[in-house]
């Protein structure tokens, strides 16, 4: 089966920095996508790993490991606005297009 | 670049009612997605269209749910003889063609209630 796993909520301090994991276990993999998710609305892309390794965008990092079957998004500098769902998804074969996206987790920044 | 654009954003009905989305992506992208959002739920995979083809389909997606991208450009997506279960928020998304880490990009949603 396809399972992706993440906490459901997560709390942060206004400019600490804030670790998000995600495991999961597909039939196979190619690729694997963050995105944010504020209510209401669409989600946005953030990252994207497909190798194993650390890719950083700005505050935002986001980190594979693929024999784990483990990722990471690490968020910098926290700021009020970053309050929101941040959904990992897996992309599970190679030649289709549909990703398989976890629960989401809900971060809450704290002043 | 306009983004992905769904209408309506917002369709409350009577069950058993039929009810269709629409949906635009972003001008140049030939990838269109259908998924469907519950509350405190990732977004769930509906259906996929390369330019005007369907190219899969997910189990969720019932006999009552029918997709269309007729000129491959626009898409709806029509859900016959409602049910309670309908009710959710019904996500667009497109991708450019163009290599693997093309990400997907959402629309806004049409959030569908069924009284």
């Known amino acids: 089966g396809q399972n992706i796993d993440q906490p459901t909520e997560m709390t942060a301090t206004e400019g600490a920095i804030v670790q998000i994991n995600c495991t999961y276990q597909t039939s196979g993999f190619n690729g694997l996508f963050w995105y944010q998710q504020h209510a209401g609305e669409a989600p946005t892309f953030l990252s994207y790993?497909?190798?194993?390794g650390l890719e950083e965008k700005g505050r935002f990092s986001s980190f594979l490991s693929r024999s784990k079957g483990y990722s990471y998004l690490l968020l910098k500098e926290l700021q009020m606005k970053d309050s929101a769902s941040y959904l990992c998804a897996v992309r599970d074969q190679a030649g289709t297009n549909k990703l398989i996206f976890g629960t989401g987790t809900l971060l809450a920044v704290q002043p | 670049d306009t983004g992905v654009s769904q209408d309506p954003r917002h369709k409350i009905t009577k069950r058993g009612q039929n009810v269709t989305f629409r949906c635009d992506p972003i001008?140049?992208?030939?990838?269109l997605y259908w998924y469907r959002q519950t509350l405190g739920q990732g977004p769930e995979f509906l259906t996929y269209f390369q330019n005007e083809a369907q190219l899969e389909k997910s189990r969720l997606l019932s006999d009552r749910f029918s997709a269309e991208r007729p000129k491959g450009s626009f898409s709806t997506l029509e859900i016959q003889r409602t049910e309670q279960g309908d009710s959710a928020m019904y996500l667009c998304?497109?991708?450019?063609?163009?290599?693997?880490?093309?990400?997907?990009?959402f629309g806004d949603g049409t959030r569908l209630s069924i009284l």
């Open positions: 001008s140049e992208h030939n990838r």
């Open positions: 998304a497109s991708s450019s063609g163009g290599g693997i880490n093309q990400p997907q990009h």
């Open positions: 790993n497909v190798l194993d």
